[in-house]
């Protein structure tokens, strides 16, 4: 099928609109904000950043009785290790995140929009600012929008390279100009966000989709994909395979096809030995598992991983799990923000444990241990990176304890 946001030239607004771009956001302003929300929710369209929750659902969760002015926020912190579609998307199709997020600010009565972008990326910073004055100058970002009365102002937010501003509280604390932490919930953002007022945060992917969905209609998009799982993915894939890069393609797709299609399998003289389907914090999937699945929420939930942020990690028979988890230790362990015990403490362990693992120092014991902390961290923090951490230690462990054992025998990596 044809790709819906990886399109070809539609990196400028001249090649956008040649492909019908902001022909969408007319038809939104004249259907009207409750037409928009029951679009999206009729799409199926769920939250591309992790989460999955259903992106119209959330947009109807802001109080009918709202005083006072309501936001938009985009998460373009992509910060979860093995994931990088969001950074190709906005250097690909800047457009369709801009004229996404007028249609969703319209749809919940956003006057102001935020784009919270990750402080490294420079380069995508200025492609999404040219883009904006491109947009504001025809009309479509600014006062009076396509003469509806409607006034919509966006702009451009550069973080500081923190993990844990991709949680959304976190990142309305680091717009708001403070040390990025995470609130306690509730009161929810969509009750209570960005400056007191309610807010809806939702990621790149998820905001670029909206256009199609409002220029083809939800049943269009629901038809796409399998069962709750609808509409396109962007899915990237590193590893040791022919072709790593981010393919779009819908949901529901067979792993194993996906490997050997589109990735052009593995690179010769290299066998399957495990995937991480969705980022780092999901948990790891043997070969055997990986090529039995297909990539949608539910058939990876029910494989007992996830889908994720759609961040395909290939691990090959020469890559050593302990090592591989206690590089993902160091990073989490780097990355918490502190405030919560659990993961300050639990992340700091669980990466002494494989150090001492690493050295040739570790015993059995510690492999207990390390797990037994992993699930202590589990569901007991503000935020999920304690969870982030937690479940790819415990699945690690679980699936490849043949491995730490070995090294707790002293057998350690050359």
Not at 139 to 166: D, Q, T
Not at 228 to 243: A, D, E, Q, Y
Request: with cysteine; proline share 5%; glycine share 12%.
């Amino acid at each position: 099928m044809e790709n819906i946001l990886l399109r070809d030239n539609v990196a400028d607004l001249e090649g956008y609109f040649a492909c019908g771009g902001y022909k969408p956001l007319k038809k939104a302003l004249t259907a009207g904000p409750a037409a928009v929300i029951e679009e999206v929710k009729k799409s199926g369209l769920r939250g591309r950043g992790g989460a999955g929750f259903p992106a119209g659902l959330k947009w109807s969760f802001i109080p009918r009785d709202a005083q006072g002015p309501r936001y938009l926020v985009c998460n373009a912190d992509e910060g979860e290790p093995g994931t990088f579609k969001d950074r190709e998307l906005m250097i690909k199709n800047p457009h369709a995140l801009i004229e996404g997020m007028a249609i969703a600010a319209f749809a919940i009565g956003a006057s102001h929009g935020y784009i919270y972008i990750r402080g490294e990326f420079f380069a995508e910073t200025e492609i999404l600012e040219k883009a904006i004055a491109a947009a504001r100058a025809k009309g479509f970002i600014g006062k009076n929008i396509l003469g509806s009365g409607f006034n919509f102002e966006l702009f451009v937010h550069r973080g500081a390279g923190a993990y844990i501003c991709g949680e959304e509280t976190a990142l309305l604390e680091s717009l708001e100009g403070f040390k990025g932490q995470p609130r306690l919930k509730p009161p929810f953002p969509a009750v209570k966000g960005l400056f007191g007022g309610p807010t809806i945060i939702n990621n790149v992917e998820t905001l670029a989709a909206v256009p199609a969905i409002i220029e083809h209609g939800g049943d269009w998009y629901a038809a796409i994909g399998v069962g709750k799982s609808t509409g396109t993915k962007l899915f990237c894939v590193s590893g040791p395979v022919n072709k790593p890069g981010v393919y779009e393609l819908p949901l529901g797709v067979p792993f194993k096809d996906f490997l050997e299609k589109n990735c052009g399998g593995m690179k010769e003289g290299k066998k399957l030995k495990a995937v991480i389907p969705g980022g780092s914090s999901t948990p790891v999937l043997t070969a055997a598992e990986a090529m039995a699945v297909k990539l949608d929420y539910e058939s990876l939930a029910a494989a007992g991983s996830m889908l994720g942020s759609g961040a395909v990690i290939i691990i090959d028979e020469s890559q050593c799990m302990v090592k591989l988890l206690q590089v993902l230790a160091r990073f989490y362990h780097h990355e918490s923000c502190g405030q919560c015990t659990p993961c300050r403490e639990g992340c700091g362990w669980i990466e002494k444990i494989l150090n001492r693992l690493e050295a040739g120092k570790g015993s059995v014991k510690d492999i207990d241990t390390l797990y037994s902390v992993a699930d202590s961290m589990l569901g007991r923090t503000i935020c999920p990176l304690a969870d982030a951490m937690a479940m790819p230690a415990m699945s690690f462990v679980t699936k490849f304890r043949s491995e730490f054992e070995a090294h707790a025998a002293g057998k350690c990596c050359e």
